[in-house]
């Protein structure tokens, strides 16, 4: 069901959920200030309380109220790249932000979006937390009807167009001495060293006894459908998911991407087309993963490897 801002902001403060736009994906909303709109979100989702969730908030200065420390090039980070598709995890006061929120870990995770009707929310609300919208292991959503699909048409979603990233924020956390980047996301490596001066590492997975970062512990993104990254499966596959310059196999049902020139509508497109396939009852698909490994395309790659595992 489609709400106004107004009716977005007036749920949000009668301590209910409703879905928001964010330039990533839609997020799944509670104030920070309701345990109650918290938990449910965990209900919604089928998510594990051990998988905590991320605080957005309208401005950076905001988030100092909630930290324990500020780590070096804090400031720096923010203002290049916020209102925008980074995620930083910072130590905090643990007076000062709920357990459930952080699932007991002594950091929390702080975003300002950049879509100006949820900046408008977050103004009136304060900060929200809000997970992708989305079923625990689902892709995410990037359309109100993704939204609806996964939630009934009766949830509320504030209705604020197409996600222009179309993938999740990237998370750095400083460990150490440097940021280390524990999501990949739609800023580049490239663009954070020109920034810091060093490229950060990429966390390629957590432990269970130290995680990092709890989602990638579990499955993601994934649809119903069973998808082959193997280059000989695309002999056994009637669906083809590929990119428009090539040529592929006669009599096989082809479903574009995008272009190779153009990585950032691939992004846009990608949960989309993932959620396009069970809608159409397509139960095997092999995606051509002969794209390069640089810049965003090593995020898409990373989510189709998580989507097809
Ligand atoms: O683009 C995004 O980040 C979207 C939009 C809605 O803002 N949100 C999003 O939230 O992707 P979610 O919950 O689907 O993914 C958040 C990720 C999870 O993998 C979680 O484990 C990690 O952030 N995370 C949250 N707080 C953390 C913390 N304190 N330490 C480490 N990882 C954390
Ligand atoms: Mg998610």
């Not at 007036?10 to 839609?26: C, F, G, I, Q, R």
């Not at 082809?254 to 190779?260: A, D, E, K, N, T």
Request: with cysteine; hydrophobic share 40%; proline share 9%.
């Amino acid at each position: 069901m489609r709400i106004s801002p107004e009716e977005a902001i007036a749920l949000l403060k009668s301590a209910e959920n409703v879905a928001l736009p964010t330039e990533t994906v839609y997020g799944l909303a509670a104030s920070l200030h309701y345990a109650k709109a918290i938990e449910n979100i965990f209900a919604l989702k089928g998510r594990p309380s051990s998988n905590p969730l991320i605080i957005h908030v309208a401005s950076a200065a905001l988030i100092h109220h909630y930290l324990a420390d500020v780590p070096p090039d804090f400031q720096s980070l923010a203002d290049a790249f916020w209102p925008g598709p980074l995620t930083l995890v910072l130590p905090i006061d643990p007076e000062k932000v709920p357990t459930s929120v952080r699932s007991g870990l002594p950091t929390a995770g702080f975003r300002v979006p950049d879509h100006p009707l949820t900046l408008d929310v977050l103004k009136s609300v304060g900060p929200i937390v809000m997970p992708s919208a989305n079923l625990s292991g689902r892709p995410s959503s990037t359309n109100p009807d993704h939204v609806e699909k996964d939630f009934g048409s009766s949830f509320p979603v504030l209705d604020g167009g197409s996600c222009l990233k179309g993938l999740e924020s990237t998370i750095l956390y400083y460990q150490g001495e440097r940021w280390v980047i524990l999501r990949l996301g739609t800023i580049s490596q490239d663009e954070f060293e020109a920034l810091l001066g060093y490229r950060p590492a990429i966390i390629k997975k957590s432990s269970d006894e130290e995680p990092l970062c709890p989602g990638q512990l579990f499955r993601h993104y994934s649809p119903e459908a069973e998808l082959i990254l193997d280059p000989e499966g695309i002999l056994d596959s009637p669906v083809i998911i590929g990119f428009l310059e090539r040529n592929y196999p006669e009599g096989k049902k082809v479903i574009f991407l995008g272009s190779l020139q153009d990585p950032s509508g691939v992004a846009e497109n990608l949960y989309g087309l993932l959620r396009q396939l069970d809608q159409v009852g397509i139960s095997k698909a092999w995606i051509d993963m002969d794209f390069p490994r640089t810049g965003l395309w090593q995020t898409i790659a990373e989510r189709l490897q998580r989507a097809a595992s």
